[in-house]
């Protein structure tokens, strides 16, 4: 059903033009040093707490609405809708025209940033496109200014996966925006035999051939500087998620970035840095002082600053000319015992996808940042029961070899206040990408857990990063080192035995 639409005025597709117009208009805007606008948001990450799926268009459990309180919800903000001045945005997720989706995005114009920035993560519709006939896959309809009392935070994110439209009330951070859209279409490629991931995804050139990379990661574990920094001239092909499909096939979803801009600097994240400097570059979140002058290392407001721009100020490869997957890398942000990068079988493999462990960072709120957790594939928008995603994995590893890695790019022996704690640097996590893709690793088997770690890699010269027991041997730990061992072993066992349906090999992959 597609959603019609009734409001005070409408302003159909609107030019990037007239939408950074728009922006500049709004209080909370600013231009920056760069020419480009920053707008400080009321809410600074997503709001997980709130955000319920129609329980009637998921086999989910947990959070869910029934589709009467839906009903009612709609009403209201409908109601709402029809005294403003709206903008639309269409375009589509995914480039390929046999795959991709038509997405729409209605939004108040009072908070046209979200629009600017969502048009930029859309790939665009055509010359023959006619609002008045385009009938989009997926609708958000995004309401900053409309509370919903009752919910937490008085917010609300309402899915509907029947009609895929979702409802965003009283939220003005634009991740609400582009999870939506995307919210809704990993259901509609687990529905056509795939999964969606929440990865980056780069094509290296190995001894002269396109080599794709997967890289799965909880917003804030280094996803984004992962697929940017370059290896033997790799390029990004995609920076947030990507559908796999049998065979290994991999379509793209975005044609622009949205990255964290906490700690950003040019000599480590070049690319990045320079596409998030463009004049036509939207900020949010970001300090920026009475002068425009703009510090991406200040945290006054939040750690969770933003930014989108075009995917073509990186360079990328074509978005459809992605090879099959050969190597997937799953990133865990972690300061224990988590070796620099790990090897895994097919049945580990799925498990740790599972597992999704990682250390929270800002993009999850306060809920999540400094906090151990445990996500699904890293996937926390995934909206159906997490057991599907864990067996639809195995089956796309059965249908396509694929190698796949844990990569913890944190720290090992503790935290930045541990003095005996080593960190993962951005270079040692590029060494280790380049290592796993030419074969330049040498393994041997880790005892404790049954996969494989490094015991020597081209790049990285300190084995206490490629073998977190040597570290805690050497500083007298080892006491400690076997009891966090024997407690992720004992939890990770009753985290996976927790998700009913999930093929018993994965769960008794963890020894």
């Given at each position: 059903?597609v959603?019609?639409?009734?409001?005070?005025?409408?302003?159909?597709?609107?030019?990037?033009?007239?939408?950074?117009?728009?922006?500049?208009?709004?209080?909370?805007?600013?231009?920056?040093?760069?020419?480009?606008?920053?707008?400080?948001?009321?809410?600074?990450?997503?709001?997980?707490?709130?955000?319920?799926?129609?329980?009637?268009?998921?086999?989910?459990?947990?959070?869910?609405?029934?589709?009467e309180?839906?009903?009612r919800?709609?009403?209201?903000?409908?109601?709402?809708?029809?005294?403003?001045?709206?903008?639309?945005?269409?375009?589509?997720?995914?480039?390929?025209?046999?795959?991709?989706?038509?997405?729409?995005?209605?939004?108040?114009?009072?908070?046209?940033?979200?629009?600017?920035?969502?048009?930029?993560?859309?790939?665009?519709?055509?010359?023959?496109y006619?609002?008045?006939?385009?009938?989009?896959?997926?609708?958000?309809?995004?309401?900053?200014?409309?509370?919903?009392?009752?919910?937490?935070?008085?917010?609300?994110?309402?899915?509907?996966?029947?009609?895929?439209?979702?409802?965003?009330?009283?939220?003005?951070?634009?991740?609400?925006?582009?999870?939506?859209?995307?919210?809704?279409?990993?259901?509609?490629?687990?529905?056509?035999?795939?999964?969606?991931?929440?990865?980056?995804?780069?094509?290296?050139p190995?001894?002269?051939?396109?080599?794709?990379?997967?890289?799965?990661?909880?917003?804030?574990?280094?996803?984004?500087?992962?697929?940017?920094?370059?290896?033997?001239?790799?390029?990004?092909?995609?920076?947030?998620?990507?559908?796999?499909?049998?065979g290994?096939?991999?379509?793209?979803?975005?044609?622009?970035?949205?990255?964290?801009?906490?700690?950003?600097?040019?000599?480590?994240?070049?690319?990045?840095?320079?596409?998030?400097?463009?004049?036509?570059?939207?900020?949010?979140?970001?300090?920026?002082?009475?002068?425009?002058?703009?510090?991406?290392?200040?945290?006054?407001?939040?750690?969770?600053?933003?930014?989108?721009?075009?995917?073509?100020?990186?360079?990328?490869?074509?978005?459809n000319?992605?090879?099959?997957?050969?190597?997937?890398?799953?990133?865990?942000?972690?300061?224990?015992?988590?070796?620099?990068?790990?090897?895994?079988?097919?049945?580990?493999?799925?498990?740790?996808?599972?597992?999704?462990?990682?250390?929270?960072?800002?993009?999850?709120?306060?809920?999540?940042?400094?906090?151990?957790?445990?996500?699904?594939?890293?996937?926390?928008?995934?909206?159906?029961?997490?057991?599907?995603?864990?067996?639809?994995?195995?089956?796309?590893?059965?249908?396509?070899?694929?190698k796949?890695?844990?990569?913890?790019?944190?720290?090992?022996?503790?935290?930045?206040?541990?003095?005996?704690?080593?960190?993962?640097?951005?270079?040692?996590?590029?060494?280790?990408?380049?290592?796993?893709?030419?074969?330049?690793?040498?393994?041997?088997?880790?005892?404790?857990?049954?996969?494989?770690?490094?015991?020597?890699?081209?790049?990285?010269?300190?084995?206490?990063?490629?073998?977190?027991?040597?570290?805690y041997?050497?500083?007298?730990?080892?006491?400690?080192?076997?009891?966090?061992?024997?407690?992720?072993?004992?939890?990770?066992?009753?985290y996976?035995?927790?998700?009913?349906?999930?093929?018993?090999?994965?769960?008794?992959?963890?020894?």
């Amino acid at each position: 059903m597609v959603y019609e639409l009734s409001a005070a005025s409408v302003e159909w597709n609107p030019a990037p033009e007239r939408l950074r117009e728009l922006t500049e208009k709004m209080p909370n805007s600013q231009l920056t040093e760069f020419g480009n606008v920053m707008v400080k948001a009321r809410v600074d990450s997503r709001s997980a707490r709130s955000t319920f799926v129609v329980e009637d268009s998921t086999n989910a459990t947990k959070q869910t609405i029934t589709r009467e309180e839906y009903a009612r919800v709609a009403a209201a903000q409908d109601a709402y809708v029809a005294g403003q001045h709206m903008v639309v945005v269409d375009g589509y997720i995914g480039s390929d025209p046999e795959f991709r989706t038509r997405a729409r995005l209605i939004m108040e114009a009072a908070n046209a940033n979200i629009a600017g920035m969502q048009r930029q993560l859309y790939y665009p519709v055509g010359d023959d496109y006619d609002p008045a006939t385009w009938q989009p896959d997926t609708t958000v309809i995004y309401t900053p200014n409309l509370a919903a009392p009752g919910y937490p935070d008085d917010r609300l994110i309402a899915v509907d996966l029947s009609d895929n439209v979702t409802r965003v009330l009283n939220s003005d951070y634009f991740g609400e925006s582009k999870k939506g859209g995307l919210r809704m279409w990993n259901n509609i490629v687990y529905n056509r035999g795939g999964l969606a991931l929440h990865a980056g995804c780069k094509v290296i050139p190995v001894n002269g051939k396109p080599t794709a990379v997967l890289i799965v990661g909880l917003s804030g574990t280094g996803k984004t500087t992962t697929t940017f920094t370059t290896q033997l001239g790799s390029k990004p092909a995609q920076d947030d998620f990507i559908a796999l499909m049998p065979g290994g096939q991999v379509y793209t979803t975005e044609n622009g970035c949205f990255a964290k801009t906490f700690g950003l600097d040019p000599d480590l994240e070049s690319a990045i840095y320079n596409a998030t400097t463009k004049p036509d570059a939207y900020l949010e979140n970001v300090s920026v002082d009475a002068d425009g002058k703009v510090d991406f290392f200040d945290t006054t407001y939040t750690k969770n600053g933003r930014t989108t721009w075009p995917f073509s100020y990186v360079d990328p490869w074509p978005a459809n000319e992605v090879p099959p997957a050969e190597f997937l890398l799953i990133l865990n942000k972690n300061e224990n015992i988590v070796p620099g990068v790990a090897r895994l079988d097919r049945e580990h493999a799925a498990a740790y996808f599972m597992l999704g462990e990682t250390t929270g960072t800002s993009a999850g709120g306060k809920d999540e940042e400094g906090k151990f957790l445990r996500v699904p594939g890293t996937n926390p928008f995934f909206p159906r029961d997490m057991a599907d995603m864990g067996n639809r994995m195995l089956e796309l590893l059965d249908s396509h070899e694929m190698k796949v890695f844990v990569l913890n790019t944190g720290r090992v022996g503790g935290g930045a206040d541990n003095p005996g704690s080593k960190k993962v640097t951005i270079p040692y996590s590029s060494a280790i990408v380049q290592a796993i893709v030419t074969g330049t690793i040498e393994w041997v088997a880790d005892n404790d857990f049954g996969y494989e770690v490094a015991s020597s890699l081209p790049g990285v010269d300190d084995l206490d990063i490629l073998q977190p027991r040597r570290l805690y041997e050497r500083t007298g730990r080892l006491d400690e080192y076997d009891a966090m061992v024997a407690r992720l072993k004992r939890e990770r066992r009753e985290y996976l035995a927790s998700f009913p349906g999930l093929d018993e090999a994965v769960v008794k992959s963890i020894g």
